[in-house]
């Protein structure tokens, strides 16, 4: 399976420019690729091919005066922008027709300058390379100082170089590992996320919700004040800029390892993990936004697949329309939706129980039968997602509204009246969606 292994690097100032440089011409090649497809769309003509398109805006333009810069940086770069485009190309055809699974994908759009995050990749081919003396050498770039906050298991196949809103840089390694399967354990476990609690397990462990957006909220409120009395465009206020990405990106390190504890230890005490499958981005859509998004459901889930695979676990994901939270886990009566805050309740066979407990026993239940209508043999091996892929899917650009909220739990307990807003264009930036 493919892993990621990440790493702080320290450029100096000429390799920063050179990057920067190489961010810049990675965008042009991927919005010209883009440029070009959308040109020959609306002329009536064929889908530009791979090949063609390559051709065109890469080995063609660099012929050109006002190309000819695309020459000072590694041409893998430049192949891999490309690439990225005919990825996000493959994945809107293939939700278009259905082939796809999963929520719609928008076409690709066009990069900015301005994105908070900026990431170019550099294959085996670009002759990328860790030296004896621990520096990463790329291509164009030069000997990078890397922290190796562990070392790495195997050769990597690629590199991905990202500078994140905080000004950080990071080498981003994919490595391909062989399984390392964990000693077998019986227990098996059910798990219903939700608000009131991070995840309540059916073996009765609650997780609280730590809230690590909402703690910093005020110190955010703050920084973001600080911005606001800064002269527009002044030096003061790019500095004052850098210091809110900084704070929101402590965050993000917290709450991610804070999240890589809790899946590790999950996976490692039970041979099965199952979770009901949340529509996290219809449930971002709603007032709920920032309770959703702090908690990152999305994220650690994605944490349990690759660490069961990883490490020899079965792990599914279950039918988000099933009435977990209103099953009596005990005789499957089907009692109806729970009123507003109702945290404990009776069934009319006796058992008393536990919302949230109840709901997780019953995913754990789901899971177990799931996993045995499969040729009445364990689950299916799990399709490992390559851990986070580096191509131009925007989440919240799909416009759907067909994600119910229905699912997920405790968003009826909380007793909110939910209102969708697919209209939001996202993030304020051009959204480009009918063009392709
Ligand atoms: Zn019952």
């Known amino acids: 399976m493919q892993l990621r292994y990440s790493y702080r690097i320290y450029p100096d100032l000429g390799q920063q420019q050179a990057l920067a440089r190489a961010f810049g011409c990675a965008r042009v090649v991927f919005n010209d690729g883009l440029r070009a497809r959308q040109q020959a769309r609306e002329a009536g003509e064929a889908y530009l091919s791979d090949g063609a398109l390559s051709k065109r805006i890469i080995t063609e333009a660099k012929r050109t005066s006002e190309r000819a810069w695309l020459g000072e940086v590694s041409v893998v770069v430049l192949q891999q922008a490309l690439a990225d485009l005919n990825v996000a190309y493959r994945n809107f055809f293939a939700s278009l027709s259905g082939k796809r699974k999963g929520r719609r994908v928008a076409p690709p759009r066009f990069r900015s300058r301005k994105d908070n995050r900026q990431a170019i990749r550099f ?7 860790v030296l004896a003396n621990g520096r990463l050498r790329l291509p164009k770039v030069g000997e990078v100082i890397v922290r190796w906050s562990r ?5 990597p196949t690629s590199v991905t170089v990202i500078k994140d809103a905080a000004g950080r840089y990071f080498a981003s390694f994919v490595v391909a590992v062989a399984g390392e399967p964990m000693p077998p354990v019986d227990a098996e476990v059910g798990i219903d996320l939700g608000l009131t609690h991070f995840a309540v397990l059916s073996n009765g462990t609650k997780v609280a919700a730590p809230r690590f957006l909402r703690r910093a909220a005020g110190k955010l409120r703050r920084l973001q004040q600080g911005v606001s009395r800064k002269q527009r465009g002044s030096n003061n206020r790019k500095k004052a800029v850098a210091k809110v990405a900084r704070a929101h990106a402590r965050v993000a390190d917290t ?3 804070w999240q890589h504890k809790l ?3 999950i996976i490692r005490d039970n041979q099965a993990v199952y979770v009901e499958d949340l529509c996290v981005v219809g ?3 709603t007032r709920l936004a920032k309770s959703v998004y702090d908690a990152g459901w999305a994220a650690f889930l994605g944490m349990l697949e690759y660490k069961a695979a990883r490490y020899g676990r079965a792990f599914a994901r279950i039918n988000r329309f099933a009435p977990t939270s209103q099953t009596c886990s005990s005789c499957g009566r089907v009692d109806g939706p729970k009123p507003l805050g109702v945290r404990s309740w009776a069934c009319p066979c006796g058992a008393a129980h536990d919302r949230d407990v109840n ?3 019953n995913v754990l239940a789901a899971g177990r ?9 364990q689950v299916r091996p799990a399709r490992v997602p390559a851990p ?3 191509a131009e899917i925007h989440p919240d650009a799909a416009q759907f509204p067909a994600c119910s909220v229905e699912g997920a739990p405790s968003i009826e307990a909380e007793g909110t009246s939910i209102q969708r807003r697919s209209d939001r264009s996202p993030s304020g930036r051009e959204c480009g969606s009918t063009a392709y």
Not at 123 to 129: C, G, H, L, Q, Y
């Open 369 to 377: 039968a799931e996993s045995l209508n499969v040729c009445g043999a």
């Open 283 to 285: 449930l971002g859509r």
């Open 123 to 129: 294959t085996r081919n670009s002759r990328f390379a």
């Open 263 to 265: 899946s590790t230890r």
């Open 388 to 390: 986070r892929e580096e």
């Open 255 to 257: 709450r991610r390892d």
């Open 359 to 361: 709901a997780a026993v």
């Open 151 to 155: 070392p790495l298991p195997v050769a």
